[in-house]
């Protein structure tokens, strides 16, 4: 086995996700399988939110939308995804006519168990960060839209706005802020393993260790083995070493 560290994208991620969600459906049905994954996917995007919240504070700074959308904790690999702005103020509305998720669960066959993640990631990540904003989310490309449409309700991002949202971007970046995609993808395997858990028993545990197996017989053991060590990790607290 190489000795090198599994480099982790957006991919990994994306295919943890539709593996566990399929592993589940094929025990359980949609009907038990569906509630379950957004109960999953919601706890995992609130603990996001809050985690986004908490950088926003300790630097001063308000939980408005435009904060929201500064304090994010990822950064796409480059030409994964593109974005399209349709309009700034009151509101920011924009389209996302590519993006990695769709595309690494439309080249594995994977769209049916992958789009629940998409149905309630937004709406919860919002939420956790402030639940006073409201993203309008008008369709997603995995749910058979053309493409994904969100609006982010008044942001109002006026020339000077943006400036300030870039200024703050840069700085979240610097500070740590954006994490690896390997702390979010131990995030989604411990977080989905203990909510289908709860939800479904023994079924649902079951279901997040099949969804692991087939991502390690993907990328390999190490891969694997990177993402059950977050197991332990206090995903509702900032890291320690990224603070700041």
């Known amino acids: 086995m190489s000795n090198l560290v599994p480099v982790f994208t957006e991919t990994h991620h994306a295919l943890l996700f539709a593996w566990i969600a399929r592993a589940l459906i094929s025990t359980s049905g949609d009907e038990k399988a569906a509630p379950a994954l957004r109960a999953a996917v919601t706890q995992y995007g609130m603990e996001r939110g809050r985690r986004m919240a908490l950088r926003a504070r300790a630097n001063g700074d308000p939980l408005s939308m ?31 006519p590519k993006c990695p998720w769709y595309t690494a669960w439309d080249e594995n066959g994977l769209m049916e168990s992958g789009r629940y993640y998409c149905q309630v990631i937004d709406e919860a990540l919002g939420r956790g960060f402030n639940p006073a904003l409201h993203i309008a989310v008008n369709g997603t490309r995995s749910n058979g839209a053309a493409q994904c449409d969100f609006v982010y309700e008044g942001a109002n991002l006026t020339p000077e706005a943006q400036a300030k949202l870039d200024e703050t971007k840069a700085a979240n970046l610097g500070r740590g802020g954006v994490l690896p995609w390997e702390y979010h993808t131990g995030h989604l395997y411990k977080t989905m393993r203990s909510v289908l858990e709860k939800e479904l028993g023994e079924t649902g545990r079951d279901a997040a260790e099949r969804g692991l197996a087939e991502f390690s017989a993907y990328f390999g053991a190490q891969a694997a083995q990177v993402v059950e060590s977050y197991i332990d990790t206090d995903f509702k607290a900032l890291p320690a070493h990224r603070q700041g």
């Open 66 to 96: 435009a904060s929201y959308m500064a304090y994010g904790e990822w950064q796409s690999t480059p030409g994964a995804m593109e974005q399209v702005t349709l309009e700034n103020t009151p509101h920011a509305h924009v389209h996302i």
